[in-house]
């Protein structure tokens, strides 16, 4: 066990979340011990159980701390085309599923069905629909409406198109993208007004 460093309670909180997440996404759910996160950060059992009393409780943080950083993370300008802000957002999340592929899979798989992980994946996905819905030429409510509505489908779309590719990559990384862009731009373009929003520049 590494020599154990005295932190102030948040600097361990985020420590114990640092090496979480770092084993979450290194080895399968079940595979991950609290005892080895605790060996890990260099604390005992008894301390890392003050901060997480369980392993649900360590990874739903871990997933929490994910989602926010992806939203952060995730840059819709309107000055930028409308293929460019998706290309952009479909990268950053790539980027950390194929990084957290173990994380990802036990989100989707392993704890399909958690009210607590599928309530944190939901409010993300929410919070997507309501940026682009920001920055998408609507013109009505009506529209508002419609494309909101194909918005939400596609996004539950993407979410599990990318959990088979990683379990079973059948496409590169690049044609997956091209797959998701293409099928919102394809069912958006019969909503908008303006068309050239969705031409690639």
């Known amino acids: 066990m590494p020599p154990r460093q005295r932190l102030s309670p948040s600097d361990r909180r985020a420590q114990l979340l640092s090496v979480g997440a770092r084993l979450f996404a290194a080895h399968p759910y079940d595979d991950v011990l609290m005892e080895e996160i605790a060996e890990e950060a ?49 990268d950053v999340h790539l980027d950390y599923f194929v990084a957290n592929r173990h994380a990802v899979l ?35 409510e009506s529209t508002r409406e419609a494309v909101s509505g194909v918005l939400k489908s596609w996004l539950v779309f993407v979410q599990v198109l990318c959990v088979d590719w990683l379990t079973q990559e059948t496409c590169t990384r690049t044609q997956l993208r091209d797959v998701c862009i293409g099928a919102v731009l394809g069912a958006l373009r019969p909503l908008l007004s303006e068309d050239l929003a969705l031409d690639r520049q």
């Not at 260099?42 to 997933?63: D, Q």
């Not at 989707?108 to 919070?127: F, H, S, W, Y």
């Open 42 to 90: 260099g604390v005992s059992r008894a301390l890392l159980y003050r901060h997480f009393s369980s392993k649900h409780v360590l990874f739903a943080a871990v997933y929490q701390q994910a989602a926010d950083q992806l939203l952060a993370e995730t840059k819709l300008d309107p000055a930028d085309s409308l293929v460019d802000q998706l290309i952009q957002g479909m």
């Open 106 to 140: 036990a989100a989707n798989r392993v704890l399909a069905g958690d009210p607590v992980i599928q309530t944190i994946m939901t409010n993300e996905l929410d919070a997507l629909r309501t940026r682009l819905l920001a920055v998408l030429p609507l013109a009505d």
